[in-house]
């Protein structure tokens, strides 16, 4: 019997029996749907859905014939919370570990797909040359290890940046590399290796790169006021340049400290670790602000303590503006303290241009006017250092400054003298009287 009799009530025609077996519909379903489906490979990467979660069994539809496993053992090896995520109906992307044949079913991976799409992206990056933004997991005797993605990377002690090699000192790798890790880094990739499971990155390869980056993040996330450890990387005479995690912020000269610098070098050295203060930012110019005197006791009262208004010191113009010229004042101490003297105060003249009457670096005496101790700023006059009005203050100032004549002598007891004429006698040569000696010693005989 065809099989189209054996379906109830539909007998089976003549050119049907003719045209040989007809195929069940049911049958030509599963088979057109069959077709339209593609085999899973081995070592292939897909997409599937969540189809069932089972305990630790998880059952994914990649679209083949029948669904994929993931084994329990791998689920054991994620966390609570990624166990937790993985919810029925979800997309995910998997690794097919093995197709199915006699021995079983399909076997997926999460692991391993997530390993492959790392390596394909760390091919990627090598081919492309750009640039690993990432942090300092781990290391060893021979470098720092970084994690791409769930690949572990090698960063050879070569291949470190010179910035960072610099603050390698200490007998033990903890001493030397511990300090780093969790530190942002960037590299570039130099080497992939699947077979051999190695990956190669160098932080040198993306040096200036690196910095480059690593500035427009710092830039982003600094805030004026806050306080951040770095290392002393350069010294200049206007100042010195911190590296404070990947960037290089400046603190100038007036900023080292409250006392006088003469250069950087005299309390700074490269390798240095300071702890500094963000002054600002300057997005356009990519520029960081720092200040290491910020972070030491202000020294304003015992500075103000030292000047009343009235009083003459001594300064160099460091600064010329239109307003006027600062002084570094002397006379104060190790402390570097600065006052104005207002275009007004330069000269009795009309000045339109302090330069008509003062230069940087001239030194001059110059007269406190103004002492503002809760804006904290002192003000000076170079016009008036002769002043009348100030005489009387002036005139006290140098009696106070004038050293005290020694008190006399108390004569002894030898030396009191009881009768004069005598002593003065005494005095008298042999051949003289004493009133002799008195017209000798007092006027030259003019022969008369």
């Known amino acids: ?20 077996p007809v195929v069940h519909p049911m049958d030509a379903y599963l088979e057109g749907e069959a077709l339209g489906l593609e085999s899973p490979r081995r070592g292939e990467i897909r997409k599937g859905t969540v189809a069932r979660v089972a305990g630790n069994d998880v059952l994914v539809d990649i679209g083949a014939k029948s669904e994929g496993m993931i084994p329990a053992q791998e689920m054991e090896l994620l966390s609570e919370e990624e166990r937790a995520r993985i919810q029925v109906g979800q997309e995910i992307t998997v690794y ?24 394909v992206e ?50 033990s790798l903890d001493q030397r590399w511990g300090k780093m890790v969790g530190e942002p880094i960037v590299a570039k990739v130099i080497e992939v290796d699947r077979k051999r499971n190695r990956l190669i990155l160098s932080e040198r390869a993306a040096a200036r790169e690196a910095r480059e980056a690593l500035k427009e993040r ?5 805030r004026p006021g806050e306080i951040r450890t770095g290392t002393v990387i350069s010294l200049a005479e206007f100042g010195a340049f911190v590296d404070i995690g990947g960037a290089d912020g400046l603190v100038h000269s007036s900023e080292i400290s409250w006392k006088r610098v003469g250069h950087p070098k005299e309390v700074l050295a490269i390798g240095q670790e300071v702890q500094v203060k963000v002054l600002g930012i300057d997005p356009e110019r990519r520029r960081i602000s720092l ?17 009343r208004e009235g ?57 406190v006017i103004k002492l503002d101790r809760e804006r904290r700023r002192i003000g000076l006059s170079l016009k008036r250092v002769d002043s ?18 020694p008190p006399p002598a108390s004569p002894s007891a030898e030396d009191v003298v009881e009768d004069f004429d005598a002593a003065l006698e005494a005095e008298a040569t042999p051949d003289e009287s004493p009133a002799e000696a008195s017209v000798a010693g007092g006027a030259p005989d003019t022969g008369s």
């Open 1 to 20: 019997m065809d099989r189209n009799e054996d379906i109830v009530g539909v007998p089976a025609s003549a050119e049907e029996k003719a045209s040989g």
């Open 96 to 119: 097919v570990v093995r197709t199915a044949d006699r021995d079983g079913g399909i076997v997926l991976s999460l692991g391993r797909a997530q390993e492959e799409k790392d390596w």
């Open 122 to 171: 760390a091919e990627r990056m090598m081919a492309d040359q750009s640039i690993f933004d990432g942090s300092v997991t781990g290391y060893n005797k021979g470098g720092l290890i970084v994690k791409l993605g769930g690949l572990r990377g090698f960063i050879p002690a070569s291949q470190v940046s010179l910035a960072r090699r610099r603050r390698a000192e200490g007998d």
């Open 218 to 222: 710092l830039i982003a996330e600094l």
């Open 291 to 307: 200040s290491l005197r910020e972070l030491e006791s202000d020294p304003w009262e015992q500075v103000a303590g030292q000047l």
């Open 311 to 367: 009083q003459l010191l001594e300064g160099t113009i460091t600064k010329l503006t239109k307003f006027g010229a600062f002084a570094s004042l002397e006379g104060l101490g190790d402390f570097e303290v600065e006052g104005l003297i207002h275009i007004s105060e330069l000269a009795d003249r009309r000045v339109e241009n302090p330069r008509e009457v003062v230069d940087t670096g001239q030194k001059l005496r110059l007269r």
């Open 388 to 405: 009348m009005e100030f005489a009387d203050l002036d005139w006290q100032a140098a009696v106070d400054d004038a050293p005290l004549a």
